[in-house]
């Protein structure tokens, strides 16, 4: 592995450690024998996955089975999932200049039934220069995800916003112009282990911040949020 690793001195952002748990625990519902995690990294969420699973990623210098994941660094390198399987793409579109073209390389690799889950980046209006740095083409609104996962015959369960605590920081931040050197302090960094008390506050509120949405979707108040988060089932046959 190389650059996608990250160091032992380096804090998980308690907005990853909780966008890790909130998934988990959605992804742990549908008890899938195989997962595959596309745009894996370092494998952070890979880890916490059971089953078969597919670490993904193009940064990865070769493929290789590291801690029983298998690591591949070619979506081609996949082997065929069935209805039991799974594929998650968290904060991986948004990097895509053709979303359309890479999300049909990886239906391809699914059965009809097969659990899909996306996460992206929320609001094109909050684009800004720590989109620009992580080399983001866009971000998305529900319609605009909707649409795509539409035109790829993706069959949506669920399709909602989340963090709406971090939008509206985000939103502030913008419009008081509160910018940041993000390229000389490093986009993540995070002070506090994730045993410190003001990782640990920031977790939990953005926890309940995530089932609040969840909630509110359940009775169609789709409440914005920094990111945007859609449940599905392939169509592919």
């Known amino acids: 592995m190389d ?5 032992s001195n380096e804090n998980r952002h308690p907005w990853e ?12 519902k549908h008890d899938l024998t195989s997962v595959a995690d596309i745009g894996a990294g370092d494998r952070f969420f890979a ?10 990623d193009a940064g990865y210098e070769k493929s290789e089975i590291v801690d029983g994941i298998y ?15 799974g594929v998650i793409l968290m904060d991986v579109l948004e990097h895509i200049e053709n979303d ?15 659990f899909v889950l996306i996460t992206v980046p929320a609001f ?8 620009e740095f992580l080399k983001h083409h866009r971000r998305y609104n529900r319609k605009h995800l909707l649409s795509l996962l539409a035109s790829q015959n ?11 605590s971090l939008f509206f920081a985000r939103l502030a931040g913008l419009l008081f112009k509160k910018k940041k050197n993000e390229e000389s302090v490093g986009i993540g960094a995070w002070r506090f282990s994730e045993k410190h008390l003001i990782t ?37 046959s």
């Open 154 to 164: 993706i069959c949506v369960e669920k399709c909602r916003y989340f963090y709406t």
């Open 71 to 85: 690591c591949l660094n070619d979506i081609s390198e996949l082997p065929k999932l069935d209805e039991k399987s």
């Open 17 to 28: 450690l909780s966008r890790a748990h909130c998934i988990l625990n959605i992804v742990k």
């Open 100 to 114: 359309a073209d890479f999300l049909r390389q990886i239906l391809d690799k699914t059965a009809k039934g097969t």
């Open 200 to 236: 640990r506050i920031i977790y939990s509120v953005l926890n309940i911040d995530f089932c609040l949405c969840s909630l509110f979707a359940k009775l169609h108040i789709y409440l914005p949020g920094l990111s945007l988060l859609a449940i599905c089932k392939s169509e592919k």
């Open 47 to 56: 880890s916490k996955l059971h089953g078969n699973v597919y670490a993904i």
């Open 3 to 7: 650059l996608t690793e990250k160091t």
């Open 124 to 131: 094109q209006f909050l684009f800004s220069e720590h989109d």
